[in-house]
């Protein structure tokens, strides 16, 4: 499977500012995701991270919050903007592996927003 | 939306013991994934299955696709202590994954 990587792995940030997450992976892929995991919750799809495109985000989540770029078949940024302490989660994201259903992760990038 | 109900929420076991944890949905998946997640990293996939009734093992780890299509479970035999973490079931279906609330296991040694 691929090597995923994601920069920031941890940061802490004040409220009202923006942060913008990294996700590298070591091969193309044609599938990348970001999903939030709140404290002690579990996983939930923010957005599908189309190359070349707008992303498709899920129920909830918004352009204007949480903007996502795919330039490339192997990198993604997610951006959480304007952030409240309720932003606090684990960003994750995630590849289509060979088989579009399996989805193989980073290692999550862990935000605390004071 | 489409919803997963995974039970049990956690476990306490001795090393050497059988576990079980299953998830349900109301809605059929064409797919079901078993993953566990250690703290300060993010989920690893254990197990895929992709037809109605299949059975597939990857060690210790057995886990079965529901003949309904809408459920799964996994076992895991003769734990150890590293098998500690969280064990999530995710459904896909169309392009999106939904994942259960998590299986917490604790192994005593």
């Known amino acids: 499977s691929a090597v995923i990587s994601q920069k920031p792995s941890r940061d802490i940030c004040q409220r009202g500012t923006s942060l913008t997450i990294q996700c590298q992976v070591d091969?193309?892929?044609?599938?990348m995701f970001w999903y939030r995991q709140q404290p002690g919750q579990s996983l939930t799809l923010i957005a599908t991270?189309?190359?070349?495109?707008?992303?498709?985000?899920e129920s909830g989540f918004v352009i204007d919050k949480f903007p996502i770029s795919r330039p490339n078949l192997t990198f993604s940024t997610l951006t959480v903007s304007n952030m409240s302490p309720e932003d606090s989660s684990i960003y994750l994201c995630?590849?289509?592996?060979?088989?579009?259903?399996?989805?193989?992760f980073g290692p999550g990038t862990r935000l605390t927003v004071t | 939306g489409q919803q997963l109900n995974q039970s049990p929420q956690s476990m306490f076991i001795q090393e050497g013991e059988d576990v079980s944890m299953n998830c349900t949905s109301s809605?059929?998946?064409?797919?079901w994934l078993w993953y566990k997640q250690e703290p300060g990293e993010g989920p690893v996939l254990l197990i895929a299955?992709?037809?109605?009734?299949e059975l597939t093992s990857n060690g210790r780890l057995t886990a079965q696709f529901g003949i309904t299509r809408k459920d799964s479970f996994l076992n895991i035999s003769a734990s150890i202590p590293s098998d500690v973490g969280i064990y999530f079931c995710?459904?896909?279906?169309?392009?999106?994954?939904?994942f259960g609330s998590g299986t917490r296991l604790q192994v005593q040694p």
């Open positions: 299955l992709y037809k109605a009734g």
């Open positions: 809605s059929i998946f064409n797919t």
């Open positions: 091969s193309q892929v044609t599938m």
């Open positions: 991270a189309n190359q070349g495109s707008e992303a498709t985000y």
């Open positions: 995710a459904g896909h279906v169309w392009r999106a994954l939904t």
């Open positions: 995630s590849v289509g592996g060979g088989v579009v259903s399996e989805q193989y």
